[in-house]
């Protein structure tokens, strides 16, 4: 089992910044992938950011530029650095991690609120 934990949400104004954290336990080992992703009220989940164990990162273009996913492996934990925040940005964030031992296994936190305000 993972048991991911964020923290770090809020409410600010549109251009103001956020940063997220996700504190990862339990049974950590063969996790390939860490990422975040977010779902506002009626709308579908959406991927926004992944970071490989390899160190390669994705993210979806309406946040490129603006947001960076990075890791500290020492703290077991990973983070959201989210920069010149548009209303559009409101949602729950999600931190998940991607394993692969005898299968494909995903785990998600609870999340943790943004709301940016125009």
């Known amino acids: 089992q993972v048991q991911l ?9 549109a251009g103001g910044s956020l940063a997220l954290s ?9 996790i390939y992938a860490m990422g975040w992703a977010r779902q506002a009220p009626g709308k579908q989940r959406e991927l926004v950011a992944v970071l490989t164990s390899s160190g390669r990162t994705n993210y979806v273009d309406s946040v490129k530029g603006r947001f960076t ?27 998940h991690a991607d394993k692969y031992v005898a299968g494909y296994q995903e785990y998600w936190g609870q999340g943790t609120q943004v709301t940016v305000s125009s």
């Open 5 to 13: 934990v964020e923290s770090g949400g809020g409410s600010v104004q």
């Open 69 to 95: 996913i990075s890791r500290d492996n020492a703290k077991n934990t990973v983070y959201l650095q989210m920069n010149s925040l548009k209303p559009e940005d409101t949602a729950v964030y999600y931190c």
């Open 22 to 30: 996700c504190s990862v336990s339990g049974s950590i080992f063969s």
